[in-house]
């Protein structure tokens, strides 16, 4: 049973949009932090404590300020918390809405949950707790419905390979002669080209820099 409840939100009327629906819920043990790294903080100090919390509602973006920070976002805190406390359900409730992207969530990162930032969402973050306090999964139907009509993307190793020669600063040009080197096939501009062009069509992405900050955020590369 769902008692005890952390929050990690970095905008305060959300933040207080979250304790407001808690409380309806009648889940009077709530607390919550602008920032990852006290969330973090909190979940280790409560398992001390053998206070541990039931469950955590974090954004997935939040805003950096003139205070450092180790852990910059709900990609990183999620599985930094389930590191120290595997059994803690875990509700993203964020404004993303690329299907994708929130696939992702659950087969990257094993949430419980996803609520988006959007009309109605307190109605819905209450059904997701309700169905998580039951121990079932909760998936907003519209969304399903979105990643079920749409061609998602299963990165294969060559796909790997092509996007982390990207991020650690390798020109596109410059990746056939890696490919060859290493014996990797199909290693011609044009394939990799293609490869990289076909990716970015079915995540909806222009640009490399776009693929590559996706596949850091979701843990592929």
Sequence with gaps: MITKVLIAEDHESANISVQKTLEELEIVQTDYVYYCDDALTKIQLALQHNEP????????????????????????????????????KIVVFSAEDKPTAIEMLFEKLDIDGY???????????KSAIEAIDKNQRHFPRHLSQMIGEKNTHNFTEYDITIISLLANGM?????????????????????VE????????????????????????????
């Design 194 to 221: 293609k490869r990289l062009n076909a990716i970015k069509d079915v995540l909806e992405f222009s640009k490399n820099e776009q693929l590559i900050a996706f596949c850091k955020d979701m843990g592929i590369i």
């Design 115 to 125: 609520v988006r930032k959007a009309r109605n969402d307190a109605k819905e973050l």
């Design 53 to 88: 919390y039931d469950l955590l509602i974090t954004d997935l973006y939040f805003e950096e300020d003139s205070r450092p920070q180790n852990i910059n976002g709900g990609v990183q805190l999620i599985p930094a918390i389930r590191q120290i406390q595997p059994d803690i």
């Design 171 to 191: 020109m596109q040009k410059d990746i056939p002669a890696y490919l060859k080197e290493k014996q990797i096939q199909p290693a011609s501009l044009s394939s």
